[in-house]
């Protein structure tokens, strides 16, 4: 399979902790984007990268949000000291941007569900 | 800042065609976009419009006005698996997507 991949799928954990995430982006895609999404809304959007280079985070992007892209390869999305609200899908995409009008065919991953309790 | 309007849900018959309407309000559009997410899977890529008319891509089309600020996805030939939330979205200036709060569309036999 060579789609966009994350991992784990699902995530509980206790409000408080620290969880990190992983997303695998198709291998030869130069930007990632993350995502979040919770029951009956659309993906909003919270960071991406081009190459390993984060270009813009989202007003909702708190400071307890950190994602990293070392290498251009892989990315990781850790939440700190977690809240009740954090509880949501996180969705991982990739692309292929040569022009502006690729950026808007994204390949999401399947998602990491995450619980806080 | 970027809004997109869309109905929440829709019904239609198995084989009938159905419409999803989309207006949006932003700055510096750029081009419009529509996702289909069955449930509990993840978003995948339909149609992209960046100039106004008609894109069409096999059972589904996709319609862009800029002067009108609005677009819609038609489906022919509805088939129950068609049955999904399907998402309008924007590229506007930057790259990341701003997505609508999609269309539940349901398909009866």
């Not at chain 1, 390869?73 to 509880?87: A, M, N």
Request: with cysteine; charged share 20%.
């Amino acid at each position: 399979d060579t789609g966009v991949s994350q991992d784990p799928r699902h995530k509980i954990t206790k409000r408080g902790q620290n969880v990190t995430f992983r997303c695998d982006p198709i291998s030869e895609h130069n930007r990632l984007y993350w995502y979040r999404q919770t029951l009956g809304q659309g993906p909003e959007f919270l960071t991406y990268f081009q190459n390993e280079a984060q270009l813009e985070k989202s007003r909702l992007l708190s400071d307890r949000f950190s994602a990293e892209r070392p290498k251009g390869s892989f990315s990781t999305l850790e939440i700190q000291r977690t809240e009740q609200g954090d509880s949501a899908m996180y969705l991982c995409a990739s692309s292929f941007v040569r022009t502006r009008d690729e950026g808007n065919e994204q390949f999401f991953g399947p998602g990491t569900r995450l619980t806080v309790l | 800042g970027q809004s997109l309007e869309q109905p929440s849900e829709v019904t239609a018959v198995e084989g009938a065609i159905v419409q999803i309407n989309c207006t949006y309000q932003t700055s510096g559009f750029y081009g419009l976009s529509w996702y289909q997410q069955h449930d509990g899977g993840a978003p995948t890529f339909l149609s992209y419009n960046a100039l106004d008319g008609l894109e069409e891509t096999g059972r589904f089309s996709s319609f862009l006005s800029r002067s009108d600020s609005y677009g819609y996805l038609l489906l022919q030939e509805l088939q129950m698996k068609d049955s999904a939330s399907y998402f309008c979205a924007s590229g506007a200036g930057s790259y990341q997507l701003t997505f609508g709060k999609g269309t539940k569309l349901s398909v009866i036999p």
